[in-house]
């Protein structure tokens, strides 16, 4: 069985600092893993996603995250964040069953100005 | 554009009351999704179909019905509500394919008193 973790249910920094966001999985084999974002009132939406290759994988509105086989992690992060990006943030993974994600608990972004 | 659209947005009924909530997709996709949003839990899977007249059974099934009558059209039912399934419920679309993006409704607030 696999599972994903966030450990931090809700982070909090302030407008234009840096930001990473922490998953960690855990599965025995090759993951498909992605984060999705959810704007209040809203469904989730994806940001990235990762399978192989170039573990630093780009996504929408200047995130990124990097996968680590060794640490069985997969954190996302963002150089500078804008008001905007106040929102849930799910880290979710499949193991290769077509449809069976599974999600994280979610993190909570609020930026402040 | 993709769009999945549900309904009824919010929804309150007693116990033991039935419900019925709707999702339709016009992305052409094959799978379709319900999923449970509870604080704490993050999204998990009840139900889900890979075309019209099919239904796999997902994590968390006990006490929830699905019919997919169309490739557009996917119901999740409760026959008996209970205060337990008072929560957020998404609807979601996707390819047929390991590693293709949910597509994700606004979502259905269901409260059973």
């Known amino acids: 069985a696999q599972s994903v973790t966030q450990p931090d249910a809700r982070v909090t920094v302030s407008e234009g600092a840096s930001l990473q966001l922490r998953c960690k999985y855990s599965y025995s084999g090759t993951p498909y893993l992605f984060w999705y974002v959810q704007y209040p009132r809203q469904g989730l939406q994806l940001l990235l996603k990762y399978y192989s290759g170039d573990p630093v994988v780009q996504g929408v509105n200047g995130f990124e995250a990097e996968f680590s086989k060794s640490n069985s992690s997969f954190h996302l992060r963002k150089a500078s964040v804008h008001w905007s990006d106040s929102a849930v943030y799910f880290c979710?993974?499949?193991?290769?069953?077509?449809?069976?994600?599974?999600f994280g608990s979610g993190t909570r972004l609020q930026v402040y100005a | 554009e993709a769009a999945v659209t549900q309904s009824p947005r919010n929804k309150v009924t007693v116990t033991g009351g039935n419900v019925t909530l709707s999702c339709r997709q016009t992305n052409s996709h094959n799978y379709m999704y319900w999923y449970r949003q509870d604080t704490g839990h993050g999204l998990r899977l009840i139900h889900y179909s890979y075309g019209a007249g099919n239904l796999q059974i997902g994590d968390v099934p006990d006490g929830y019905k699905a019919t997919r009558t169309t490739q557009e059209d996917f119901f999740l039912l409760l026959e008996l509500a209970s205060p337990s399934q008072t929560s957020l419920y998404f609807c979601a679309s996707s390819d047929r394919d390991i590693y293709a993006e949910q597509f994700f409704g606004p979502g259905t607030r269901l409260t059973v008193l």
């Open positions: 979710a993974l499949s193991a290769g069953v077509v449809g069976q994600l599974t």
